[in-house]
């Protein structure tokens, strides 16, 4: 069973770096296409990031492109998100997610049926 665990979220000022990892402590066996996806108080849950299960194929929000960068690490299902340039606007509880169904990364939230726990991400201008 999938089971992700984020970590790396805080409080930074605008233009600082962080970065948040995601882990799958379940240890399945398959390799699977994963993203991060990100909400605020009152609002719908937003794409951000999402890679391909070979982490040959990237895709990003555009209001993230050029900042942030999606990776794969060494363990399966384990992803990062390197975040630069932050923003106030970036502030949000920032989610990992995993989609069993394809091996290419995708931006629907639907196709994700595993999910983290959430990281908070706070951004002070």
């Known amino acids: 069973q999938v089971q992700l665990v984020e970590s790396g979220g805080g409080l930074v000022q605008a233009g600082d770096s962080l970065r948040l990892s995601c882990a799958d402590a379940?240890?399945?066996?398959?390799?699977?296409?994963m993203g991060w996806f990100r909400q605020t108080q009152g609002k719908e849950r937003e794409f951000v990031a999402s890679?391909?299960?070979?982490?040959?194929?990237?895709y990003y929000a555009d209001s993230v492109k050029g900042r942030f960068t999606i990776s794969r690490g060494d363990e399966q299902n384990t992803v990062y998100l390197q975040m630069n340039s932050l923003k106030p606007e970036d502030t949000a509880v920032y989610y990992c997610?995993?989609?069993?169904?394809?091996?290419?990364?995708?931006?629907?939230?639907?196709?994700?049926?595993?999910w983290g726990q959430g990281t908070q991400v706070t951004v002070s201008s």
């Open positions: 997610a995993l989609d069993p169904h394809s091996l290419y990364a995708s931006a629907y939230l639907y196709e994700y049926d595993f």
């Open positions: 890679i391909s299960s070979s982490g040959g194929y990237t």
């Open positions: 379940g240890r399945t066996f398959s390799t699977y296409a």
